[in-house]
């Protein structure tokens, strides 16, 4: 049976089309562009008559429906935005109540800022939406909800500022205090440094009982902020939780904690909570 010559063609020019180079296929795109310029005035018309040939798709009383419909789907959206921003204002008061709780003689402006994203650097910052001109100063600290601590701002300009997370591996080595309950400013003292991983991870003091017994620490303790060389606005504030507890390579007997934050990707939020020290003047 013969081949019909079409498919043929159809096959070499193809074939032609992926060998050829392309700049000797520019005759082609010359050739279409004349063919689409001649049958565009033909086509458009075809194209509108057979719209108006088929008729309208939607009839006048299902046109008023859809916009019934869209005008209700507006007010829902923006019904659900006011519950939302509700929502965030009394998660904001429930944290700063309970800031209160952990340090009563706390005086914290507060202030939540957008990131507006994280650096290439070692050890990275991240960059938040407000700097001088709202107060903000090397003494302000960065918080997620749930009083979970981000970081401190290094550097502020203007209206941007510098926060080094935690967990940014390359940073300060932080002075902590495993609490055996959630608010209690007793413990194990530990050094914790970042791992790299979104974890913590530092050495804990040798601490006995009355009895001689070697106090441990237990997986899922809290371990909170206890260094001086922050400000006071972040002392007790919330490190994570312990999440391993190993022997010390050196010494067997002493142990190595690993503390991982109570919110995931640190580095990785939307916007933060910031604390400046209130002097009682204004901001």
């Known amino acids: 049976m013969?081949?019909?010559?079409?498919?043929?063609?159809?096959t070499v020019l193809a074939l032609l089309a992926l060998v050829v180079p392309a700049r000797y296929q520019r005759w082609?795109?010359?050739?279409g562009d004349?063919?689409?310029?001649?049958?565009?005035?033909?086509?458009?018309?075809?194209?509108?008559?057979?719209?108006?040939?088929?008729?309208?798709?939607l009839s006048p009383d299902d046109r008023s429906i859809l916009a019934l419909?869209?005008?209700?789907?507006?007010l829902r959206q923006d019904l659900l935005r006011t519950k939302q921003d509700n929502e965030k204002l009394l998660a904001t008061i429930a944290e700063y109540q309970r800031g209160l709780g952990l340090n009563p003689a706390l005086r914290a402006r507060q202030l939540r800022a957008p990131v507006h994203g994280l650096s290439a650097s070692s050890p990275p910052t991240l960059r938040v939406g407000a700097g001088t001109r709202q107060g903000i100063s090397r003494d302000t600290v960065a918080l997620a909800p749930g009083l979970q601590l981000v970081g401190r701002v290094i550097d502020a300009g203007d209206n941007t500022a510098l926060v080094l997370p935690i967990t940014g591996k390359g940073g300060p080595v932080l002075a902590a205090i495993i609490t055996p309950e959630a608010n209690a400013p007793a413990g194990l003292r530990c050094t914790l440094s970042a791992v790299g991983d979104g974890t913590l991870r530092g050495p804990v003091e040798d601490k006995r009982s009355p009895g001689g017994e070697v106090i441990v620490p237990i997986v899922g303790q809290t371990v909170r902020l206890d260094d001086p060389a922050w400000p006071e606005t972040a002392r007790m504030l919330l490190l994570g939780r312990v999440e391993a507890v190993d022997p010390s390579p050196g010494q067997p007997l002493r142990k190595v904690v690993t503390v991982r934050p109570l919110v995931a990707n640190l580095e990785r939020l939307g916007d933060?909570?910031?604390w400046t020290p209130d002097d009682g003047g204004t901001p």
Request: glycine share 2%; aromatic share 4%; proline share 13%.
């Open 272 to 274: 933060v909570m910031l």
């Open 34 to 57: 004349k063919v689409e310029l001649l049958t565009a005035p033909v086509s458009r018309p075809a194209a509108s008559l057979a719209a108006y040939l088929r008729g309208p798709r």
């Open 28 to 31: 082609a795109a010359w050739a």
């Open 2 to 10: 013969r081949t019909p010559p079409l498919p043929i063609a159809v």
């Open 69 to 74: 419909s869209e005008e209700n789907e507006r």
